[in-house]
């Protein structure tokens, strides 16, 4: 079974600062999607950036960028330049390429962006 | 883009009756949508696994009479929780995945908070 681990629960860093969420997941598949979720207080959710396993190369969506690690089922969200409107609960999710294409969230780190 | 809605947002119920949570594709076709539950501060829970013209496929441990899935169409599926009881309370979240060309890309709901009293 798929799991994704964030071992952050809560991080505070000052407004203009860079920040780095940690996510780690562990499958034995070798084709799958990863995401970085992000879900303010409305609690909608919004997809901030995404990843193919199949590519070596970072996405990278403006200001947030990951450090995907295949061999070491790493994925990490960098946010460069944080602003306040980027507090926020972020979940690192896995989803496999096969038929139900169920996703799996990790536990979530809140983020506190500090004036 | 992709939009998915998601109704009631918010439902208060007193215990014993059942309440249906709608979920929308507005402009591509759904044949999968999943069903989310979220407790206060917690990540979002995989409830079940919506399929067109076929039974859902639930999570271990979700019990399929409490809560009912129905996916009649290829842009609709709902979730009534039957015979409410206040730890039935939370939210649930839908989402539906568009599936057209490579663009696999999942979008949520807005997400129901469900009280009952």
């Known amino acids: 079974a798929q799991t994704v681990t964030q071992s952050q629960p809560e991080m505070s860093v000052q407004e203009a600062e860079t920040v780095t969420l940690s996510c780690t997941y562990d499958?034995?598949?070798?084709?799958?999607?990863l995401f970085w979720y992000k879900q303010p207080p409305s609690r909608q959710m919004i997809l901030v950036i995404r990843?193919?396993?199949?590519?070596?190369q970072n996405a990278t969506e403006n200001r947030f960028s990951v450090n995907f690690q295949k061999a070491a089922k790493s994925f990490s969200l960098k946010i460069s330049d944080s602003q306040l409107g980027d507090t926020a609960m972020y979940f690192c999710?896995?989803?496999?390429?096969?038929?139900?294409?169920?996703?799996?969230f990790g536990k979530g780190t809140r983020l506190h962006i500090l004036p | 883009g992709a939009v998915v809605s998601q109704h009631p947002s918010r439902v208060i119920c007193k215990s014993g009756t059942s309440v249906k949570i709608e979920c929308r594709s507005l402009?591509?076709?759904?044949?999968?949508m999943f069903w989310y539950r979220q407790f206060p501060k917690k990540s979002l829970m995989l409830m079940a696994t919506?399929?067109?013209?076929?039974?859902?496929?639930?999570e271990q441990g979700v019990e399929k009479d409490k809560f009912l899935i129905n996916h009649a169409s290829l842009t609709l599926s709902t979730l009534t929780v039957t015979s409410a009881h206040p730890e039935d309370s939370s939210f649930y979240i839908c989402?539906?995945?568009?599936?057209?060309?490579?663009?696999?890309?999942?979008?949520f709901g807005s997400g129901t908070q469900l009280s009952v009293l």
């Open positions: 989402s539906a995945s568009d599936r057209v060309g490579r663009g696999e890309k999942l979008f």
């Open positions: 499958t034995s598949e070798n084709n799958y999607y």
């Open positions: 990843q193919e396993a199949y590519k070596q």
């Open positions: 999710a896995f989803m496999t390429l096969n038929r139900d294409d169920k996703i799996i």
């Open positions: 402009d591509f076709q759904a044949t999968t």
């Open positions: 919506s399929n067109e013209g076929s039974k859902a496929t639930y």
